[in-house]
């Protein structure tokens, strides 16, 4: 990963309503590294799409600035700030095709507003949907095409001014999830092949997932938290982070004064991970109360007491998966439990 491409500085933003004022983004710090797939999640109204907004000042921000290359967007004047903007394409939900061009007039007007010769402009709208994979539709009409069609010819059409950066609003939140993962390759593939710097505006975390090396969770106007995909996943730091990467399942789940189960280890090979694969298999979470279980001779021995939830059916799964691979346990008073610890 190269230098900053883009650099966010203490960006604010705020929208005048009839009922006053409106904050919708709030001391946003980011650094977008040259050539990486840079994911920006937050739930809806948390401020992600006037952010994307901001980074190509289709929004002027209120407070802070954009760097684009080291070059401020607010200190460009109109005309320097419409040729960076060439450097950014940007696809969005909806498509935004115009339904009276053909898929190739689509893809040739950013083209035309850079007044790039007819012919050239031609030729490179049919390399971009060979790219994409829709030379054959090139004189079909958006209202003959599919969502992921459309999407693709979307991203032709962002291509077309050879760009530096692309900006994805939800780009695939209209999409089936089958057509999702293919566009979402696509985007891999193009920042892969030409280099060119991705930013995913989503709300699923699948989408984060699939392709973005890092991520920056914003919540309420401001950056929860920002860093490697990976580690964000394994270990989220924020509450927002927590939420979105584990779901509501966490929110839901009540253990109240539900039962315990002491689980017996006598024994089975120590490199078995029992209890995630319980929690996988069950679908559902438990509660670590006390453990005391030590490797010995690569045999565990010992023993867990877990809290199930309070959920009959789901706590009924856990004993049914416990019988189902002849785990021994027994159900616990709750003052056993004190007596361990």
Not at 201 to 220: F, G, K, L, N, P
Not at 252 to 266: A, H, L, T, V
């Amino acid at each position: 990963m190269g230098e900053s491409i883009i650099q966010i500085r203490n960006l604010g933003k705020e929208f005048k309503t009839a009922a006053g004022s409106v904050r919708a983004l709030q001391d946003i710090n980011l650094d977008i590294r040259q050539g990486e797939i840079f994911g920006i999640i937050g739930l809806s109204g948390a401020g992600k799409s006037t952010l994307v907004r901001c980074i190509n000042y289709l929004e002027i921000p209120t407070e802070g600035e954009v760097l684009f290359e080291g070059q401020s967007l607010s200190a460009m004047t109109p005309a320097q700030r419409r040729k960076t903007r060439q450097s950014m394409g940007m696809i969005f939900q909806q498509f935004n095709l115009l339904a009276q061009r053909n898929v190739i007039q689509n893809v040739c007007f950013p083209l035309e507003l850079t007044k790039t010769p007819k012919k050239e402009a031609r030729q490179r709208a049919m390399e971009l949907l060979r790219t994409v994979g829709l030379e054959e539709k090139a004189k079909s009409y958006p209202a003959q095409l599919s969502g992921g069609q459309k999407q693709r010819v979307a991203i032709a059409r962002a291509l077309a001014t050879n760009p530096k950066v692309i900006l994805c609003d939800e780009a695939t939140s209209a999409l089936d999830p089958n057509t999702t993962k293919q566009i979402l390759a696509l985007l891999k593939e193009i920042n892969r092949a030409m280099g060119v710097t991705v930013i995913v505006i989503t709300h699923e975390m699948s989408v984060i997932e699939a392709i973005c090396d890092r991520v920056a969770i914003i919540d309420q106007s401001r950056i929860a938290e920002v860093g490697e995909v990976s580690d964000i996943f394994s270990d989220p730091k924020s509450r927002i982070g927590r939420q979105l990467i584990l779901g509501d399942a966490v929110n839901q789940m009540k253990f109240g004064s539900s039962m315990q189960i002491r689980i017996i280890f006598d024994g089975r090979e120590s490199a078995e991970p029992i209890i995630s694969n319980l929690v996988l298999a069950c679908k559902v979470p438990v509660n670590i109360m006390y453990a005391a279980t030590r490797d010995i001779g690569g045999k565990a021995m010992g023993q867990m007491i877990i809290q199930l939830p309070e959920d009959e059916a789901d706590a009924n799964r856990v004993i049914n998966y416990l019988k189902t691979i002849k785990i021994p346990y027994e159900e616990v008073e709750k003052h056993d439990v004190i007596s361990h610890s």
